[in-house]
């Protein structure tokens, strides 16, 4: 028996370009964000340079209360946990939606679909979406589904780790 808590919807559906079958869950608040933050996490092991999230870009958005949180969205499972998930993150003026997946197990087309749907269902909420440039495949999913190029641009950064500047220790000093 599955626990009851978070989880909405459970369904069996072939939605895999390799032979690992998954299966896609319907789950809110700190599950879902949990199951994102694995996604995320296997993504980055898949591909070290891919796509535009990090785990802890999700955990930090989590830190104050969205009108997004407690939404039922879809998330992929295979043997090992997480592999997919649609994301929809409220900001003050926009949602933005997110298609969270690791590399060649599901196909990002019906984790858009899915973010899709979930969008439908909140008529008159401005959404957007970031793409990499360099992701044709979403970025064409995005204006099929009636998104238009934007001039403004965003960026990511990335540093290796032997870079990193030091971390100096703090000591406490206490009033006597």
């Known amino acids: 028996m599955m626990p009851a808590r978070g989880l909405i919807a459970l369904s069996r559906r072939s939605i895999r370009l390799t032979n690992v079958v998954v299966r896609r869950e319907l789950l809110q608040g700190v599950e879902r964000l949990n199951a994102t933050t694995t996604v995320l996490q296997r993504a980055r092991l898949a591909d070290p340079f891919g796509g535009m999230w990090e785990a802890a870009d999700v955990q930090w958005w989590w830190r104050r209360p969205r009108a997004t949180?407690?939404?039922?969205?879809?998330?992929?499972?295979?043997?090992?946990?997480?592999?997919?998930?649609?994301?929809?993150?409220?900001?003050?003026?926009?949602?933005?939606?997110?298609?969270?997946?690791?590399?060649?197990?599901?196909d990002e087309r019906d984790v858009w679909a899915a973010t899709m749907e979930a969008t439908a269902r909140h008529r008159g909420t401005a959404v957007e979406v970031l793409v990499p440039e360099h992701d044709a495949r979403l970025a064409g999913l995005a204006i099929q589904s009636g998104f238009g190029m934007t001039d403004e641009l965003s960026g990511t950064t990335w540093m290796d780790a032997d870079q990193r500047p030091p971390v100096y220790a703090r000591r406490r000093i206490r009033a006597r």
């Open 69 to 106: 949180d407690e939404l039922a969205l879809p998330v992929w499972f295979d043997e090992v946990g997480a592999v997919a998930a649609a994301g929809l993150t409220a900001w003050d003026d926009t949602w933005q939606a997110d298609v969270f997946a690791v590399p060649s197990i599901v």
